[in-house]
């Protein structure tokens, strides 16, 4: 993994820093479409969301929708927490805790 | 020069607050890191080459569950996609600087940093508004790197039976809520969701980047809708 992750790194971050980039050195030059402005607008909600609900239907890589997933119940309790918060550490708190509860029990 | 320093300092105390929630974002992608399998000195290099915590943490994400490079490098790059609008807004405001700067300043930019410089812009604007982005932008990129740091040391204590990766989608929720700010981010989040389950099946993990694709089409065509009926047409 060691060197491959690396070269990994470099990409992700030599594209991200382009991005940063664009416009502080582009000013005036290009103008931001209309559509892509618009667009990047709904990138964080559809990712975030994309990243979230698969974690917590399949929590070993199979969908599992029953009572017995302590990561969907746990998840639910930890979204409820994030919405009205916003904190990181309640969260997390909230979401791990009641997970080790429910397979204790 | 007394006022450049003053501007610098407002820039960091503005951003203070904030720091307290980037500590435990920063020292999850730590913990994340070490657990899915990568050395400590990768896991601090990987937050001092790509700084962009929701990208990292995605693509960690995917390490643990057997992504190929390319999605990984992919999904990424669309997580971060939004670092154009920011550099397009700071742009006029850092126009009196030399390209090395200029460079510098981007390495720094990240979500927090926008928000705050540009909400303070628009409300009184510093005697130097570069000055005080340095300030703020500044503050949170090394609170970043400690932070990780201090994440990558403590899952060294942590047994891997504890779960600890769940974690990771428990602060993307975090992030996600504020991003739901009207209905079409709304339909955007549940589509690009429910995409994701419904694709979880795809090789590669795929389906992230589908569904984040379809969510994103999805609140384009929801916006769309909402301002024909605005507009009475």
């Known amino acids: 993994m060691t060197q491959s992750s690396w070269l990994l790194f470099l990409a992700i971050g030599l594209g991200t820093y382009l991005l940063r980039c664009s416009f502080i050195y582009l000013f005036g030059r290009v103008d931001m479409s209309g559509w892509l402005q618009r667009a990047l607008k709904y990138v964080p909600a559809a990712v975030l969301a994309a990243l979230v609900f698969p974690a917590l239907t399949h929590p070993a890589g199979v969908l599992d929708l029953s009572l017995g997933n302590a990561r969907l119940l746990a998840g639910i309790a930890g979204a409820l927490v994030a919405w009205r918060t916003r904190n990181v550490l309640l969260t997390i708190l909230t979401g791990m805790g009641l997970v080790w509860l429910l397979q204790a029990l | ?233």
Do not use: C
């Not at chain 2, 990568?38 to 290099?45: H, Q, Y």
């Not at chain 2, 390209?99 to 410089?117: C, E, N, P, T």
């Not at chain 2, 929720?173 to 209905?183: E, G, T, Y």
């Open chain 2, 1 to 233: 020069m007394k006022d450049v320093y003053q501007d610098v300092i407002a820039g960091a105390r503005a951003m203070t607050p904030i720091l307290l929630g980037v500590v435990p974002f920063a020292m999850v992608t730590g913990v994340a890191a070490v657990s899915v399998g990568l050395t400590p000195v990768e896991a601090v290099g990987m937050s001092a080459i790509v700084y962009a915590g929701a990208a990292q943490l995605a693509v960690l994400q995917l390490m643990g569950s057997g992504g190929i490079w390319i999605v990984m490098v992919l999904t990424a790059w669309i997580i971060n996609l939004r670092f154009t609008m920011y550099s397009a807004s700071l742009a006029p405001y850092l126009q009196k600087l030399s390209l090395r700067w200029k460079g510098l300043y981007a390495y720094i930019l990240s979500d927090q940093a926008f928000a705050v410089s540009i909400s303070r812009f628009n409300d009184d604007e510093p005697a130097h508004p570069q000055w005080f982005y340095f300030g703020a932008a500044s503050s949170i990129r090394a609170t970043w790197q400690v932070s990780t740091v201090a994440g990558v040391i403590l899952s060294a204590q942590i047994p891997k039976s504890w779960g600890l990766d769940f974690a990771v989608p428990l602060t993307f929720m975090v992030l996600m809520f504020p991003a739901l700010k009207d209905r079409p981010s709304v339909i955007a989040a549940l589509v690009g969701g429910g995409v994701a389950v419904l694709a979880k099946g795809l090789p590669y993990n795929l389906g992230l980047v589908l569904a984040a694709l379809m969510g994103i089409a999805a609140g384009l065509i929801a916006e769309n809708i909402v301002n024909k009926k605005r507009t009475g047409s």
